[in-house]
């Protein structure tokens, strides 16, 4: 039989194929990420990546890990080879210890991607001049107000009535700097000095400001901030029945609100709550201070870090943490979990939820908590002092006291 040779010639260009797709990489093998997640958030944020991984091609694995360990346990894997490539839904204040311990990385963000995300939550990653992280959702304080007794907003730090408001729940050792931080800038005594670059160093809660603040809490001590020690279902009574009808927390509050608690003698007539949907409960934004100014409170961030794991294909990454950042991803965070979007767009969609809507709006001027490596520190310090001077226990005078501390904190900051 003869062969033709454009037989031979096929076969020939078919055996070459063969042995070039053994002898090569194939072409189509899918980049991979590995991303560690708290586990309490890996619910959140699984199947948002999941669906992305999937219209990308990209292989992602998905390593739960105890929110408590993590931070430590990400300071030796990526030196040691075995770390991540991202670290996801970590809080945005371990910016500046994971970057102090070189273990993360700047991330790459488009100017249309930077533009759709809230300045104040985008920035919360940023330390050192450069951004090492890409904002997943928000979440702040505001005031929880009960319209049955009070009716309108407190438009200043002077005008909050004596007796009617609770801040936080706070211990006789240890006050609560985080939800009292709107009445301390109330008086202009912002925690650091604030530069281009993220938070200085510098205290700006020392001197006159600082003084204002520790003789007003000094005047109004814990009679007038709700007490020391007030449990969970108290504060929730409080607000209900109009005891307090003003509490500064988070949206963490609102379904316990809405729900009431038992009666006991501890709390009565509190078995039906209160909420927004029906008009029974308003999310206020906070007074103006002394100079006129509207007061601020803290800011947390919930976001995803890039690591500087040697394996990371930063291409991939980038494309994930860009995606992250973007309308689609944070409203689909908002949808599976009630979260409050940082892109902007995402927000707009949220705000439909009442609940987020008042938060989001109450948190327009919030700043994010400071995010240098010394803040533990800080706030241990920081939180005793106020302690005692609500408690009438401050040493010497409050001011004096408060002054002394914030010499403490100055040292242990400039280490």
Avoid at 82 to 95: F, R
Wanted: net charge positive.
């Amino acid at each position: 039989m003869k062969i033709r040779k454009s037989g031979i010639a096929a076969l020939a260009g078919l055996a070459t194929a063969a042995l070039l797709a053994v002898a090569t990489p194939s072409q189509a093998t899918n980049p991979s990420i590995l991303i560690w997640v708290d586990n309490g958030a890996k619910p959140v944020v699984q199947k948002v990546i999941y669906d992305w991984a999937a219209d990308k091609n990209v292989d992602v694995t998905i390593v739960g890990k105890d929110f408590g360990a993590v931070r430590d346990l990400l300071k030796t894997a990526v030196p040691g080879g075995t770390g991540p490539d991202i670290l996801a839904a970590a809080p945005h204040d371990w910016t500046g210890d994971l970057a102090a311990a070189g273990v993360l990385r700047p991330v790459t963000l488009s100017t249309a991607v930077k533009a759709g995300l809230q300045k104040n939550a985008y920035d919360a990653f940023l330390y050192g001049g450069q951004h090492y992280g890409v904002p997943g959702w928000t979440e702040n304080i505001a005031v929880l107000r009960n319209p049955k007794f009070i009716k309108a907003p407190i438009a200043k730090v002077t005008a909050i009535p004596a007796g009617k408001i609770q801040i936080g729940t706070w211990g006789a050792t240890g006050s609560d700097p985080y939800h009292f931080y709107p009445v301390q800038t109330a008086f202009g005594a912002n925690v650091f000095a604030s530069t281009s670059a993220g938070w200085s160093k510098t205290l700006g809660m020392t001197g006159a400001k600082g003084a204002a603040f520790a003789n007003f809490l000094d005047t109004k001590k814990a009679v007038f901030f709700g007490g020391a020690d007030t449990p969970w279902n108290t504060a929730i009574c409080n607000l209900i029945n109009g005891k307090r009808p003003l509490w500064v927390t988070g949206p963490w509050a609102i379904d316990a609100v809405a729900a009431g608690v038992a009666n006991s003698v501890a709390t009565p007539n509190c078995k039906t709550g209160i909420s927004v949907a029906k008009k029974t409960l308003a999310i206020d934004g906070f007074w103006k201070g002394t100079d006129g100014k509207l007061a601020k409170q803290f800011m947390g961030v919930r976001g995803f870090y890039l690591t500087s794991s040697a394996n990371t294909d930063l291409a991939t990454a980038n494309s994930l943490l860009s995606y992250i950042a973007g309308k689609d991803a944070q409203v689909a965070f908002y949808t599976k979990a009630n979260k409050t979007p940082a892109n902007v767009a995402a927000l707009k969609v949220a705000s439909a939820n009442p609940v987020i809507k008042g938060f989001a709006a109450a948190g327009a001027t919030a700043v994010a908590m400071p995010n240098i490596p010394a803040m533990d520190s800080v706030w241990d310090k920081w939180g005793k002092v106020e302690a005692r001077i609500l408690t009438g226990h401050a040493v010497g005078s409050a001011a004096a006291d408060w002054a002394a501390t914030m010499t403490e904190i100055q040292a242990l900051v400039n280490q």
